[in-house]
């Protein structure tokens, strides 16, 4: 029982454009939700979060948007640049501070 | 930011033999760490969550025996590959919790047992 899922296993866009990954849950008991970034071989880097008490959150080129009542949440990226080319994870936190991660998405940059 | 130091990043081991994996929160005290698995082009499975001082909650169908955790202090917490076999090969990595909004990775660890 998958309660995150990142439902596109992989994504390519042009620089410049924007990347949108998106994610979906079904624990409504879920209270935030974070994405990392993650390379081959690396642990996962924190790219940003949101609470589950607000819909949007931005820092620079990263914007993540939570719709509740979907149990839905997606990390935009704009404008997008070759070095974003990573794996993105979706993960969700409950309220043992435990993160239960998606599948991941694959994004792929080009010049 | 937090750092999270995790040693070895790779090794290599006979079938048979264990091996142990650090992981140390460097610049902040973590009650809570985690450790996760990671298949080949799959996500980060939660393992364990290891409480300091005391004993770690197993995720369900993971072998406590197999796979001892100890957190003996709030920066260190590790994990022993016991009787490791080919099938152990995998990438591992823990996370501490600092404070309540942020889990902070190790660079993980790439087991592979030969």
């Known amino acids: 029982d998958q309660q995150v899922k990142q439902n596109s296993p992989s994504l390519s866009v042009q620089e410049g454009r924007i990347s949108i990954l998106n994610c979906d849950y079904t624990n409504s008991m879920f209270d935030y939700f974070l994405w990392y970034k993650k390379y081959p071989a690396e642990g996962p880097t924190f790219l940003i979060s949101i609470s589950s008490i607000k819909d949007k959150n931005e820092d620079g080129r990263f914007t993540v948007f939570l719709n509740k009542s979907a149990k839905h949440l997606s990390l935009h990226i704009v404008p997008s640049q070759p070095g974003d080319s990573a794996v993105y994870f979706c993960a969700a936190r409950n309220a043992g501070n435990m993160l239960t991660f998606g599948g991941g998405t694959r994004l792929m940059v080009k010049p | 930011g937090a750092v999270v130091s995790q040693h070895p990043s790779r090794v290599i081991c006979k079938s048979g033999t264990s091996v142990k994996i650090e992981c140390r929160s460097l610049d902040f005290q973590a009650t809570t760490m985690f450790w996760y698995r990671q298949f080949p082009k799959k996500s980060l499975m939660l393992m364990a969550t290891?409480?300091?001082?005391?004993?770690?909650?197993?995720e369900q169908g993971v072998e406590k025996d197999k796979f001892l955790i100890n957190h003996a202090s709030l920066t260190l917490s590790t994990l022993t590959v016991t009787s490791a076999h080919p099938e152990d090969s995998s990438f591992y990595i823990c996370?501490?919790?600092?404070?309540?909004?942020?889990?902070?990775f190790g660079q993980g660890t790439r087991l592979t047992v030969v």
């Open positions: 290891s409480n300091e001082g005391s004993k770690a909650t197993y």
């Open positions: 996370s501490a919790v600092a404070g309540a909004t942020e889990a902070f």
